[in-house]
Structures are given as structure tokens and as C-alpha cells.
């Protein structure tokens, strides 16, 4: 089947429903934590990252360095940079240097997930169709949230801020349960992060220094204890 722009917009309409629902409780958290709707706004429409923008949003709002913003978020997004060089394998070499540098603003996990499952080379018009509607979905949950944290009662926008963690549960739990070292990762980062939550001195810590405190000593655990060969992941590309 060709890769026309109306068939990236069909493929992701299902991401687009998915990310309203997420960036509804990103737009009624920032709300709520002070900022005005159209900076909620203004994140999503210029970021477009999810998690980041959560852990982002929770600095912001307890006050973070700079510098610690930065480096959070760049850790907690740079699987984006993996997955552009990634996908750049996979797009049509007709494809521009400027087309792939604008079009790399919208890669997601989800969307990265569904490009690179074509088995045709992907051009720009079916990447441009791919983006459009999660961007669209992710940019209008967040204004909807954002305006009905100031008309839903307190009960109801307590039960949806609990979204975001229900996302990163369905993210983490099916390849935990497939694979040992995801399963690992997950534990290990769980320990350190009760660890700086209750241990005096450790809860000091800001929020955005023990994420990184978490996640990176977990990733470097399992990457020294499981390490991956390169035969192995071709055997892997091939078999998928």
C-alpha cells in the first residue's frame, strides 16, 4: 500500500486519542500548580514529549534550576535522538535534509513504533500525516484539561491526575513481565527512588537530580549485567 499522507492521518488517529487523554491531566496539573492555560499550551505545542514534560512541569513548579531542568529532560528525552537515527535508515532518501529535520520535531515512541513497522520506504507525506494528528491530540487535551481545571469538582480532577501514571504503567509492566532485565531495571530504579523519597539526607535531593540518580545507575546495572551483542540485535531486527 502507498504511503500517502491520508494513510499516516488514519494510522495516527488511534496515538491521537490515546495522548488526549494523557495531556488532559498534563493541562489540569498546570493549571493547578499556578501556570496560566496558555503555557500549558505553549509546552505542549513546542515539545511534544510526554514524560518530560511532566518531570519538566513538576521542576517548573517546585521551583528547579535551570540547569537541572535542562539536564532532566534531556536525559529522560534524548531515546528520541536513538530513535531518529533509527528511523532515519528507514525513510525515502528522496526525503530533504529540511523535511527530516522539521519531521524529527514529532518523533514519539508511538509514532517511531508505527514508522518504522512500514514496509515500504516512509516519505514525507505519510510521516507528515503520522505526526499530524498526535500533535493535534496532544495540543488539544492539554487545553482542554488546562480549562477544565477550573470547572471539573476537586474529587473528579484528582481521580484523572492519576492518568500519567497509568500510561507509564502500561508502558513498563507488559516487557517487564516479558523480560528479566526490563523487569530488573524497573525494580532497581523503584529502590532508589523510595530511597531518596524517605532516607534523610537522600530526600533532600530535588526531585529532578533523583530522577537521574534512579534511572541512570538501573540502565548502567542491566546494561553491564545484560549486555546485548551485535549479532544478537541483528538476529533480533531480522526476526521482527
Same mark, same amino acid.
Not at 530533504?96 to 514525507?124: C, M, Y
Given at each position: 500500500?502507498?504511503?500517502?499522507? /491520508?494513510?499516516? %492521518? $488514519?494510522? *495516527?488517529?488511534?496515538?491521537?486519542? *490515546?495522548?488526549?487523554?494523557? #495531556?488532559?491531566?498534563? *493541562?489540569?496539573?498546570?493549571?493547578?500548580?499556578?501556570?496560566?492555560?496558555?503555557?500549558?499550551?505553549?509546552?505542549?505545542?513546542?515539545?511534544?514529549?510526554?514524560?518530560?514534560?511532566?518531570?519538566?512541569?513538576?521542576?517548573?513548579? #517546585?521551583?528547579?534550576?535551570?540547569?537541572?531542568?535542562?539536564?532532566?529532560?534531556?536525559?529522560?528525552?534524548? /531515546?528520541?535522538?536513538?530513535?531518529?537515527?533509527?528511523?532515519?535508515?528507514?525513510?525515502?532518501?528522496?526525503?530533504? $535534509?529540511?523535511?527530516?529535520?522539521?519531521? #524529527?520535531?514529532?518523533?514519539?515512541?508511538?509514532?517511531?513504533?508505527?514508522?518504522?513497522?512500514?514496509?515500504?520506504?516512509?516519505?514525507? $507525506?505519510?510521516?507528515?500525516?503520522?505526526? #499530524?494528528?498526535?500533535?493535534?491530540?496532544?495540543?488539544?487535551?492539554?487545553?482542554?484539561?488546562?480549562?477544565?481545571?477550573?470547572?471539573?469538582?476537586?474529587?473528579? $480532577?484528582?481521580?484523572?491526575?492519576?492518568?500519567?501514571?497509568?500510561?507509564?504503567?502500561?508502558?513498563?509492566?507488559?516487557?517487564?513481565?516479558?523480560?528479566?532485565?526490563?523487569?530488573? %531495571?524497573?525494580?532497581?530504579?523503584?529502590?532508589?527512588?523510595?530511597?531518596?523519597?524517605?532516607?534523610?539526607?537522600?530526600?533532600?535531593?530535588?526531585?529532578?537530580?533523583?530522577?537521574?540518580?534512579?534511572?541512570?545507575?538501573?540502565?548502567?546495572?542491566?546494561?553491564?549485567?545484560?549486555?546485548?551483542?551485535?549479532?544478537?540485535?541483528?538476529?533480533?531486527?531480522?526476526?521482527?
Amino acid at each position: 500500500m502507498e504511503l500517502t499522507f /491520508r494513510k499516516g %492521518v $488514519r494510522d *495516527g488517529l488511534p496515538i491521537c486519542l *490515546g495522548y488526549v487523554s494523557v #495531556s488532559f491531566a498534563f *493541562g489540569m496539573m498546570a493549571v493547578e500548580g499556578g501556570l496560566p492555560a496558555w503555557v500549558g499550551l505553549l509546552i505542549s505545542m513546542t515539545n511534544l514529549t510526554s514524560a518530560g514534560q511532566f518531570a519538566g512541569l513538576e521542576l517548573i513548579l #517546585s521551583g528547579g534550576l535551570y540547569l537541572e531542568v535542562a539536564v532532566t529532560t534531556f536525559v529522560i528525552n534524548v /531515546r528520541y535522538l536513538l530513535m531518529s537515527l533509527s528511523l532515519s535508515q528507514k525513510v525515502d532518501p528522496a526525503m530533504s $535534509r529540511l523535511e527530516r529535520f522539521l519531521l #524529527s520535531f514529532g518523533i514519539t515512541d508511538e509514532i517511531f513504533a508505527v514508522a518504522v513497522q512500514q514496509k515500504e520506504p516512509v516519505n514525507s $507525506r505519510y510521516l507528515t500525516g503520522l505526526i #499530524s494528528m498526535p500533535y493535534v491530540g496532544w495540543a488539544l487535551g492539554t487545553l482542554l484539561g488546562a480549562t477544565a481545571a477550573g470547572i471539573l469538582p476537586a474529587p473528579v $480532577r484528582s481521580a484523572l491526575g492519576i492518568a500519567i501514571y497509568g500510561m507509564f504503567l502500561a508502558i513498563i509492566i507488559p516487557p517487564a513481565v516479558k523480560a528479566k532485565p526490563v523487569a530488573v %531495571v524497573v525494580i532497581v530504579a523503584v529502590v532508589l527512588s523510595c530511597l531518596f523519597k524517605w532516607v534523610p539526607g537522600l530526600s533532600a535531593v530535588s526531585s529532578g537530580w533523583a530522577i537521574l540518580l534512579c534511572a541512570i545507575p538501573a540502565a548502567a546495572f542491566a546494561a553491564l549485567r545484560w549486555p546485548v551483542e551485535e549479532g544478537e540485535e541483528e538476529a533480533k531486527e531480522a526476526a521482527s
